[in-house]
Structures are given as structure tokens and as C-alpha cells.
């Protein structure tokens, strides 16, 4: 999991319907700290919903994931749910902890799911997102269809807040955050995408309907480069900057042309300043 150096970061807030028209080891079983409220979905000691279409209890029983929900929440009352996509050679657990979203799951109060992407034959997780990130000997695995697959499971388990769906991305989950508002704006009410970008074929992003969108990244990051470029070397997997990634939502959200420049945030401890520009 590459670091992410923030000197300078930007973000847009998208339009909702009423606006403007690093590597690291495998998941491991034991719960992360105070985690009791941890579990591995579709496990050998969970069953299944009844009420899970098929189609979707098969993609969970090949593709397990966790999820923590936290001890506010009551079936009575619908509850957020936050979607974690981890970075390429990451784990969804490491990547929540990373993130600190474990934590804040549990003293803010939404649901927390953190699935995995599928390993390559280098034996790093991955998503398949867009052509620059990050399934390199294109195996062509649906990743839409099993995060699609996630939300689904997750709403017929929990009360979840159909309204209220996020999704937050780092590097390659950045990419593939993208990709899901692309493909489904209807599930998901918002994306974070830290040090992804959207894809470099804008034909391929036509969204039935506004997806709020927070870029964040920073302009020391060398591995995906604030101002674009390739992973892997070629036109085929090049990436667009991190303002032009900001650009695409503000066409698609109907938003105005013009980029505003916002406050001054002091966001990077280890950066003297307010070093992170919105």
C-alpha cells in the first residue's frame, strides 16, 4: 500500500438529484480491536439470508467479506452503510484500519463492509476497475456486479439506508469507487476516491443519475500522479489528473464549468500549514 503524501489535495462535492442537474499480508480471521462486532460474511459458521437472490448468495459464497456493524444499531432504525475498496495489494480488514474507518463505524454508528478484490498471479489482491487499474493480465472478473453483490447481501442482513450508501476507495479502490458510480449511481449516494482517478475512456461513464464525488490527492504521490499518467507504461493504461478526474463528475453531476478554489484545510501533520487546498 503506497503512501499517500499529501501536499496538496482538492475535492468537489457532486450534485444529488435536488442540486444542479503497498502490499500487506491476507485478511486475517481475528477481529480487529474491540472487534467482537467483526464478522466474515458467508463463512463456514454464517448462513445465508433466505431472502438473498441466488445469483447473489453464489458471488458471496466464492467471494467472502467482512463487515462490523457497530452496537448503536437497531433494526428499527435504517443505518448508513460504508463500502471499503482497498488499494492494490491491500485487504479490505487493513485497509478500514488503515483509514481508521473501524473506529469510526463504531462511535459515529454506520455499517462498515470491507470486501476483497481477487488475487493475481503475483499474490496481490486487486480490482478490476478501469483499464489502467488494476487487472493487468485482464482476467476480465466482474467487480461491479460482487461490490453490487456486497450492498445487496449487506441490505437484506441489516437495515441499511438505501439513501445512505458510500463508498471509499484508496488507489486502485479509488479507481474502482469510480468505476461504481459509473456503472451503478443508483446504489450509491457518494464516493471517496483517495489517489485513484476516473477512467481515461470518459464514453464508457454514462450514469443514469448524479453521484456526490470527493477526490483526494496528493500532489508528492508518485505511484498514481496527481497530474495523470500510466501504471504499467503505454496509452492502453494511462489515467487522467487528479482535476481533470474532478472535471468528469462536475459534466456528469450538470454542475457548473467553473472550478472554484475553496479554504485552505491543515489535514497532513507532517506538512507545516494549511498545505491542502479545496
Request: glycine content about 8%; aromatic content about 8%.
Amino acid at each position: 500500500m503506497h503512501a499517500v503524501k499529501i501536499a496538496l489535495a482538492f475535492a468537489l462535492v457532486g450534485c444529488f438529484a435536488l442540486g444542479c442537474s503497498s502490499e500487506t499480508a491476507p485478511p486475517s480471521a481475528t477481529p480487529d480491536a474491540g472487534g467482537a462486532d467483526v464478522a466474515t460474511v458467508a463463512d463456514a459458521g454464517v448462513t445465508m439470508k433466505p431472502d438473498v437472490p441466488e445469483a447473489v448468495a453464489t458471488l458471496i459464497r466464492a467471494r467472502p467479506y467482512q463487515s462490523l456493524v457497530p452496537l448503536q444499531y437497531d433494526p428499527a432504525t435504517p443505518m448508513p452503510l460504508v463500502v471499503v475498496l482497498h488499494g492494490y495489494g491491500a485487504n479490505g480488514f487493513v485497509q478500514a484500519g488503515y483509514l481508521g474507518l473501524s473506529a469510526l463505524a463504531r462511535t459515529r454508528g454506520f455499517l462498515l463492509a470491507y470486501p476483497n478484490g481477487t488475487m493475481d498471479r503475483s499474490g496481490r489482491l486487486f480490482w478490476n476497475a478501469t483499464d489502467a487499474c488494476c487487472d493487468f493480465a485482464r482476467t476480465n472478473v466482474d467487480d461491479v456486479a460482487y461490490i453490487t453483490a456486497v450492498i445487496d447481501d449487506m441490505s437484506a442482513r441489516y437495515r441499511v439506508d438505501a439513501r445512505r450508501v458510500f463508498l471509499v476507495g484508496h488507489s486502485n479502490g479509488g479507481f474502482m469507487a469510480h468505476r461504481m458510480a459509473c456503472d451503478r449511481p443508483t446504489r450509491i449516494a457518494a464516493f471517496v476516491s483517495l489517489a485513484g482517478a476516473f477512467t481515461n475512456s470518459p464514453m464508457r461513464c454514462t450514469p443514469s443519475a448524479p453521484v456526490a464525488a470527493l477526490q483526494v490527492h496528493g500532489t508528492a504521490d508518485d505511484v498514481i500522479r496527481f497530474e495523470g499518467g500510466s501504471t504499467v507504461g503505454g496509452p492502453a493504461t494511462m489515467y487522467p489528473s487528479a482535476r481533470d478526474s474532478v472535471a468528469a463528475w462536475g459534466r456528469l453531476n450538470r454542475c457548473g464549468a467553473l472550478m472554484m478554489t475553496a479554504q485552505h484545510l491543515d489535514l497532513e501533520t507532517s506538512v507545516m500549514g494549511a498545505e491542502t487546498v479545496v
